[in-house]
């Protein structure tokens, strides 16, 4: 059910069974039922990349634009900035992205105007500034996107679902939420599945990322939100906040795409600023990417951002 040979990743048995495994007992225990055997820890030296969670990894596995767009990516995420020649192409995959507590009224309407110039695929702002982004890109076929539960995920499910609804009510069509990671170390997995399921309810037919904070969690605990998540009904999986102490590595695309397989999307963010970070992430399976370096991504140059995703 969670496993996919597919194009991203490495044949590693080992790691196959682990996972498959893994996600069983994520299934029997929303079922009520009790595992009937241990299953060893997981961790990523099981995986052949060989990880060590260092958050270098982001800069392995160049390949050119067009290999992304022909290998399935269908939207790359990045913030403001955007200056000189750039890529139409790329640009169209971009969700536009400020998350930065401080934003103002003029920063959010320049990301606005920065995405209907350059045609990104969407503007990802907080849930108290979706209004004036939904007004601000009205008829210029970029969608809103708004985050909820955001940044820890501590919210209650109900305050998460409230949340949810507002934003789409004030304009949103993406949600972005926080997995409640706590619950989640602690195996409390109907808590968290439930947690996931009414906001992708509450949300319908809009689509749900679950940001599962990839930085926080074990290589087995990221297998397990990623079940959750896809049981859920969630559209997406989605590496990491950006302020939760560290961001998207090739090592944790290739492990969700196995888990998810070809039919939900990942989304990748934090710590992605050029191109070749992006191309990376991409060509180990996510779809999208969250970044804070838009002129990096698109237009290839080399100056860094400070707007935080």
Do not use: W
């Not at 290999?67 to 913030?79: P, Y």
């Not at 009224?105 to 990104?120: D, G, M, S, W």
């Not at 049981?231 to 888990?259: C, H, N, Y």
């Amino acid at each position: 059910m969670f496993m996919s040979n597919n194009k991203y990743m490495k044949d590693d048995k080992k790691t196959d069974d682990l996972v498959e495994r893994i996600a069983q007992r994520v299934l029997d225990k929303l079922e009520g039922l009790t595992p009937s055997e241990h299953i060893p820890e997981l961790d990523c030296q099981h995986l052949k990349t060989g990880c060590i969670n260092c958050g270098l990894c982001i800069i392995k596995k160049p390949a050119t634009v067009d290999h992304i767009v022909k290998n399935g990516a269908s939207r790359i995420g990045a913030n403001p900035g955007i200056n000189g020649d750039f890529d139409k192409e790329l640009a169209s995959m971009i969700d536009h992205t400020i998350l930065k507590p401080d934003a103002t009224r003029e920063e959010l309407i320049q990301v606005c105007e920065e995405a209907k110039k350059y045609h990104f695929a969407t503007v990802c702002v907080n849930s108290s500034n979706i209004a004036l982004v939904a007004r601000q890109l009205r008829g210029s076929g970029v969608k809103p996107i708004a985050v909820v539960g955001f940044p820890l995920g501590a919210a209650t499910t109900h305050a998460k679902v409230f949340e949810a609804k507002e934003a789409i009510h004030d304009g949103a069509q993406e949600i972005d939420m926080v997995i409640n990671i706590g619950a989640l170390k602690s195996r409390e997995y109907q808590v968290v599945h439930d947690d996931i399921k009414q906001v992708v309810d509450a949300a319908r037919p809009h689509k749900v990322k679950v940001i599962i904070e990839t930085a926080q969690l074990t290589c087995e605990e990221k297998v397990e939100a990623c079940v959750l998540a896809k049981t859920a009904g969630a559209a997406f999986v989605k590496t990491s906040t950006g302020f939760g102490g560290g961001g998207a590595t090739v090592e944790d695309i290739e492990l969700m795409r196995k888990v998810v397989g070809a039919d939900m999307e990942i989304k990748a963010s934090g710590g992605i600023r050029t191109k070749e970070d992006a191309k990376a992430m991409i060509e180990a399976g996510a779809n999208r990417i969250g970044a804070s370096a838009s002129v990096a991504i698109v237009t290839g140059s080399t100056g860094k951002q400070k707007t935080k995703y």
